[in-house]
């Protein structure tokens, strides 16, 4: 042995005198500290060893005295070797070795709440604006009429599972530090229930549950955004002695060629003649309640930007509304007739430095800094 042998007793924090009950006790607070189930060190694995191998020489009557009488060595020469135990996992360990569960939940059936269900429903962005009522329609398990859940046929009882006799859970036994390691797991002919029906019920095939085609409204609230979930409380799977499960449905906002959404600003575009844009003109811009109208001075250049306030979307906080961009678009005749091309190689002409000089007066300040 090249590592230093540390005395039993100081490993569990005893001392010589210490009772079974005891030193039980001190395993017991240890193993819950130590087990690399529970444990980030990183020497928690050895610690649990050195621990768990303390307490099979002070847990058993006759190495106890051995150890008491000549130290490691008289364990050696009495022929001891600790066991090579597989830790298992620490739940285990306990249920094995305490007769009890550490995480305080039973091996027989838990209370199982059902699993939530997840659907699609899509929208029009106009009733994302305005909000919709919706029904959607989502296969659930649920719990079945005819047995009421039990998976029984109706007037047949329960009996007494023949896989585990009763107990809900079966051992299985292997080597451990405790002479035998016993590992508990849920019987899985009754599922930890300890009876299995007499006869299952026809409707669901003993399952207790059947799948079954459920519709109800959904209430989508205004300002929707596109990809957000709605939960459904209690629409979803049935439970196993719980409570069932929730539905989620994912919205989907079907894009609408006039809008762009941006959040909860809406984006549009307006066109304009090269006439228009220069002489000014009042344009009417779809929006999502109706046409609103749209005055843009002489002189509007394309690219720019006009803010309808409070046209967006509704927000989804049920405070006010986003805005409504309108970006301007200068159309450029593509084909010109001869008299066309004339006036407008005239205007041309015509045209100076001064006609196209950025006009920076008070009131186009003013305009750009409330635009
Ligand atoms: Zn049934
Ligand atoms: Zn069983």
Known sequence: MATAERDYYELLGIDRSATEAEIKRAFRKL???LHPDVSEAHDAHERFREVAQAYEVLSNAETRELYDRYGHAGLRRGGFTPTDFDLGS???IFSAFFGDDLFGATTRQRRARGADVGTVVEIELAEAFAGVKKTISVEVAVTCATCAGDGAAPGTGRVTCSGCGGAGRLQQVSRSIFGEFVRTQACPRCGGA??????PCEACDGAGRIVDERAFPVEIP??????QQIRIRGEGHAGRGGPPGDVFAEVRVRPDPRFVRDGDDIVTAVDLTIAQAALGARVAVPTLDGDAELELPAGTQPGEVRVLRGRGMPSLQGRGRGNQRVHVNVL????????QRRLLEEFEHLAGEDTYRPDEGFFDRLRSAFS
């Open 222 to 227: 205004a300002g929707i955004h596109d990809g």
């Open 31 to 33: 193993a819950r500290e």
């Open 194 to 199: 300890g009876t299995v029906v007499e006869r």
């Open 332 to 339: 450029v005749p593509r084909r010109l007739t001869a008299e």
């Open 90 to 92: 620490l739940s285990d």
